[in-house]
C-alpha cells in the first residue's frame, strides 16, 4: 500500500536544529493519519508527534515546543521540524502511517496501531 522514505538526518551539535523528510508513495496517504517515531540504542521505540489528515496534531511531551510535525499532501511528504536539540534526543527516526478505522484515533502513539514504517534516518546530538 504505502511505502515511507525518511531524509535529514545528520550529526548535529547541542541547541542546532534539523529538519526530516518523508516521502510517501501509494494512494492512501492522503487520508492517513502519519506520525513520527524514535529508538535509541537500548531503549524501545517511542512517539514523537502525529498529524490527521485535518492538520490536528499531538506531540510527546520531551519535545513540546521544539518540534513541529506538518505534511504536505500536494507532495506526498511529512516533515518533522526539530529545533534546539538535545543529547537525548539521539535516536534513529522513522516515519508511519496508521490507515482504516486505527485512523481515527490519530492522537494515539501506540506503534502497534501504525501499519506502514520506513526504514529510520539517524539524529545525533553529540559536542
Known amino acids: 500500500q504505502v511505502q515511507l522514505v525518511e531524509s535529514g538526518g545528520d550529526s548535529v551539535q547541542p541547541g542546532g536544529s534539523l529538519r526530516l523528510s518523508c516521502v510517501a508513495s501509494g494512494d492512501t496517504y492522503v487520508s492517513s493519519c502519519m506520525g513520527w517515531f524514535r529508538q535509541a540504542p537500548g531503549k524501545e521505540r517511542e512517539g514523537v508527534a502525529t498529524?490527521?489528515?485535518?492538520?490536528?496534531?499531538s506531540y510527546a511531551d520531551s519535545v513540546k515546543g521544539r518540534f513541529t510535525i506538518s505534511r504536505d499532501n500536494t507532495k506526498n511528504t511529512l516533515y518533522l521540524q526539530m529545533n534546539n536539540l538535545k543529547p537525548e534526543d539521539t535516536a534513529m527516526y522513522y516515519c508511519a502511517t496508521k490507515d482504516g478505522s486505527w485512523a481515527r484515533y490519530c492522537f494515539s502513539q501506540r506503534p502497534q496501531e501504525f501499519g506502514a514504517w520506513g526504514q529510520g534516518t539517524q539524529v545525533t546530538v553529540s559536542s
Open positions: 498529524i490527521d489528515t485535518f492538520g490536528k496534531t
